[in-house]
């Protein structure tokens, strides 16, 4: 490693030398362009953890992007770290197959569910801090889908409530989504039931005010066209709460203080 002198201070690349700022040293430094090559990690030897890395890594992502697809109608209450939180627990589903070799260890949701059960889609705001009235979650036959119950309660005692809120709904979700198995033919990760995965439904409650006693709710949801999952599909049950502000007959909805959490899976 160089350390250049002279007038000409810049950071980047020309040709094969990288030129760079280090953190806590004066001036500035100089060195040649390294690393593998793109096909010496993709074929030599030396690299073959890395590729069972890659083909996981990307295994995982498919199945991340398939949930927030799902949820998408929802994603106003989703984190701009929901990508990197779900990444994290599917990894954790996908290190529990221990039938497939390294590179295709399979991603099996209906085996391990509660890795994901309680996950909210905002760490930063659970839904536990927001509604705090205990509820209910109950599976359809056949798991087409769920019943939300919510007993009797007064808001502003039972939420926290964004100032200048007037009203609020509550939403109940369901998604189908498949377990994944490495199809060693494309070399891809791949759900075991294709024509269901993703299949979502949601339901909401009226708009209700902030400053108003509810009636005991009952909130069922189910998935489109009443699917009935298989035994390789998992149904993922997320509870959400949103937040609006009545300005004459419209509601407009707040940009924060909604949750929603990932409650129940079955």
Do not use: W
């Amino acid at each position: 490693m160089a350390r250049q002198k002279g007038l000409i201070k810049y950071v980047g690349t020309i040709g094969d030398v990288r030129h760079f700022k280090i953190k806590g040293e004066k001036g500035y430094f100089a060195g040649l362009v390294g690393g593998p090559t793109a096909e010496q990690v993709l074929t030599g030897d030396e690299f073959k953890r890395t590729r069972e890395n890659m083909a996981e890594f990307a295994g995982c992502a498919s199945v991340g992007k398939a949930i927030r697809t799902a949820f998408s109608p929802l994603k106003h209450m989703f984190s701009r770290r929901l990508t990197g939180t779900l990444m994290s627990v599917i990894k954790k589903i996908n290190l529990e197959d221990g039938s497939e070799a390294r590179g295709q260890r399979a991603i099996l949701i209906t085996q391990v569910p509660q890795y994901l059960e309680g996950l909210d889609f905002d760490p930063r705001l659970s839904l536990t801090s927001v509604l705090r009235i205990p509820f209910t979650l109950t599976p359809l036959a056949a798991r087409i889908g769920s019943t939300l119950a919510v007993p009797v309660f007064q808001p502003q005692n039972f939420l926290n409530v964004p100032n200048g809120a007037t009203h609020f709904r509550l939403v109940n979700a369901v998604s189908a989504i498949s377990d994944y198995v490495f199809n060693a033919e494309s070399a891809v990760y791949e759900p075991k039931v294709a024509d269901q995965n993703g299949v979502s439904g949601m339901t909401y409650t009226d708009y209700l005010d902030v400053k108003v006693a509810t009636e005991a709710i009952s909130l069922e949801a189910k998935l489109l066209n009443d699917l009935e999952p298989a035994a390789d599909v998992a149904v993922l049950n997320a509870v959400g709460i949103e937040f609006f502000q009545k300005v004459g007959d419209n509601y407009y909805l707040f940009a924060s203080g909604n949750a929603m959490q990932l409650v129940d899976v079955f």
